[in-house]
């Protein structure tokens, strides 16, 4: 059975290497503490905040023993994390550190594609000064660099014809 009579705004969500669940509840900010009780049990978790019962049941049943429970000090939302019941420690472990090694992939990619990055303007800037090569390398191929055309100065032109700025 579930039920939400304080109609508080709650989420549930698994976390980023799928070994937990999250309940996050959003209490306000200023309400006491000592007016919240929340119990966790393998199959619902309940809060009874001021007399209001708030029960849901979880998605997977979890380990109610190694649930944290934390309040926000910023925002007062209260978040429950329990880690899932039928994912045993070794398996947590690997998917960790998959999940680390996928992360670690990532940044190492953005790394290398913004290295890659700079230096392509490093040689586009180098080449626009005109003070070192001619030619510009692009994609293995090296194009020559056309100049833009520059005005030349006229002498003859006459001052008289052009009108004072006020």
């Not at 190694?66 to 690997?94: C, E, F, H, M, W």
Request: net charge negative; charged share 40%; glycine share 4%.
């Amino acid at each position: 059975m579930q039920c939400n009579h304080g109609g508080w705004v709650y989420n549930f969500q698994e976390s980023d290497d799928k070994t937990c669940w999250i309940y996050e509840l959003q209490v306000p900010k200023f309400m006491d503490t000592d007016s919240l009780n929340v119990d966790v049990q393998p199959t619902y978790v309940r809060s009874d905040i001021k007399g209001k019962i708030t029960q849901l049941s979880w998605p997977d049943e979890v380990l109610c023993d190694r649930a944290t429970l934390q309040r926000s000090t910023t925002t007062g939302y209260l978040v429950v994390t329990a880690p899932k019941a039928n994912i045993d420690d070794i398996l947590a472990r690997k998917m960790r550190l998959k999940k680390t090694k996928e992360d670690l992939e990532k940044k190492d990619k953005l790394r290398k594609l913004k290295d890659q990055t700079e230096e392509a303007k490093e040689k586009l800037n180098a080449a626009m000064d005109g003070t070192t090569r001619e030619y510009l390398e692009v994609g293995g191929e090296e194009r020559k660099i056309e100049e833009p055309a520059r005005e030349k100065f006229d002498a003859d032109f006459d001052e008289d014809e052009v009108p004072p700025l006020e």
